[in-house]
């Protein structure tokens, strides 16, 4: 299996962006596609996941309201829509792919993309 997250990039407070992990490979529809962030000098934080099958999301309470996971089943693409962004979103962000789902913790997932770059500034 292979991850591949893009589309980070500078935005202003309040602006949106679309981020994307194409994934390859089998995936069995239990599995869960997280995404994750770390900024600077910080602990990677999970951000929200997306059973495999497209049945279920799960969202960390920074993310609730604002950003949205969804599939591209033809594709298979994961994607994280930010909206209302705020500063505080700045990070590196990471997909990743786990066995279980909602996969709130770090250690469950045995498969990550690279990082892709979002910058809010205010």
């Known amino acids: 299996v292979q991850l591949q997250a893009s589309g980070g990039g500078s935005v202003q407070t309040g602006g949106s962006l679309t981020l994307s992990c194409a994934c390859s490979?089998?995936?069995?529809?239990?599995?869960?596609l997280g995404w994750f962030r770390q900024a600077p000098g910080k602990e990677r934080e999970f951000v929200g996941s997306i059973r495999w099958s497209g049945s279920a999301m799960y969202y960390a309470d920074s993310a609730k309201g604002r950003f949205t996971i969804s599939r591209d089943n033809a594709k298979n693409t994961v994607y994280l829509q930010m909206n209302s962004l705020k500063p505080e979103d700045t990070a590196a962000y990471y997909c990743?792919?786990?066995?279980?789902?909602?996969?709130?913790?770090?250690?469950?997932?045995?498969?990550w993309g690279q990082g892709t770059q979002v910058t809010v500034s205010s």
């Open positions: 490979g089998r995936i069995d529809s239990t599995y869960a």
């Open positions: 990743a792919l786990a066995p279980v789902f909602p996969a709130r913790f770090r250690y469950e997932y045995d498969y």
